[in-house]
């Protein structure tokens, strides 16, 4: 079996994923004309010359803009179904998802709009195709702790519907120090806990995150390398790194897929995964990650299977479903007699 046959066979989680990051250029341009909203593109083609940008700070400028159009819950629906569809079509089998509730309270639309659309959406996909999902909540970095705090109480009517609490945005000037008490609360009401950090921060950002905030797991974390005794430490307590190579090259953390770490990171022994982060602004789904990976570093089907492993074992799941699903893949390999 090819390992591009592989890559799209294998049952396979994504554990970094801003459902807001999977706004497709069609759904932005129908909502527009759904709502009347005035935007400064006249086609669906504008939009996608937009979807080019040079840096982190650039691409999240678009990203909040797009964000506006999604204004009532039928809105919400769609865009998580649209997610889903697309996890169907990769073969993604369990999903963890971060949202970002201050990126629609700012502007008006309330827990009470986007819940019910999200749930909803997940509610068919479990029903229908058995996929599971859990959601993360996540806090925009660059407003204040204050902010967080707030709307980590407003979720208060949804806690059972969330199963961690993230931190993402604007990495630079936004340490995870400055979060400290609101993780510390959503710890207390039971919440896993992850946090963007190492993406275009400093190793010091991560050190922080797993010494300050106490995170379960951290998003991107590609920048460890840099410090051995840091990258000691991730490795032997375990803590994974969701790790998203289209959207490093797409942001300038890396100028080449050839220059990806991920692959030193796993023969390092770190518990690394491949996720897609925002896959319409970053050019692909989860599976055009892995191909993107085994085009520019020669990914082989053992590293692959371990990638894919690894994200279950990163996950949320049950012990029992992680290791259901790391037999399922086993047993894929088993019966394609891919080489291991
Ligand atoms: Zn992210």
Redesign the pocket.
């Known amino acids: 079996m090819s390992i591009i046959t592989l890559i799209k066979a294998l049952p396979k989680a994504e554990l970094?994923?801003?459902i807001e990051?999977s706004l497709s250029p069609i759904l932005m341009w129908n909502l527009a004309q759904k709502h009347r909203i005035s935007m400064p593109y006249n086609s669906v083609e504008e939009i996608e010359q937009a979807y080019q940008f040079s840096d982190l700070q650039s691409f999240l400028d678009l990203y909040y803009a797009g964000a506006d159009v999604l204004r009532d819950e039928d809105d919400f629906y769609r865009l998580m179904k649209d997610y889903l569809d697309a996890c169907d079509r990769d073969n993604i089998v369990h999903a963890e998802i971060?949202f970002d509730p201050q990126t629609h309270t700012n502007r008006g639309v309330g827990f009470d709009v986007f819940m019910p659309g999200f749930l909803r959406a997940i509610r068919d996909v479990q029903e229908n195709r058995g996929m599971s999902v859990k959601l993360i909540m996540s806090f925009l970095r660059h407003l204040t702790e204050a902010a967080a705090i707030e709307t980590l109480k407003n979720a208060e009517p949804w806690y059972d519907n969330i199963h961690a609490v993230g931190l993402?945005s604007s990495e630079l000037d936004h340490p995870p120090e400055k979060f400290e008490r609101v993780f510390s609360m959503a710890r207390e009401a039971g919440f896993k806990l992850v946090a963007?950090a190492g993406?275009e921060g400093p190793p010091e950002y991560i050190w922080q995150a797993i010494n300050l905030l106490n995170v379960d797991r951290i998003?991107?974390g590609v920048r460890c390398q840099e410090d051995a005794e840091l990258m000691s430490l991730i490795k032997h307590r375990k803590i994974p790194l969701?790790v998203?190579p289209l959207?490093n090259l797409k942001l300038c953390v890396i100028e080449d897929m050839t220059e990806h770490n991920i692959v030193d990171l796993l023969n390092a022994g770190l518990m690394v995964t491949v996720?897609s982060?925002?896959p319409t602004y970053f050019g692909g789904f989860l599976n055009d990650n892995f191909i993107a990976l085994h085009n520019a570093l020669g990914l082989t089907h053992s590293q692959c299977a371990q990638l894919v492993k690894n994200s279950f074992a990163a996950s949320f799941l049950t012990d029992e479903e992680k290791r259901t699903w790391c037999n399922a893949v086993d047993k894929l390999l088993e019966q394609t007699g891919s080489p291991v």
């Open positions: 970094h994923l801003h990051g971060m993402d963007h993406e998003d991107h969701t998203c959207s996720n982060d925002d």
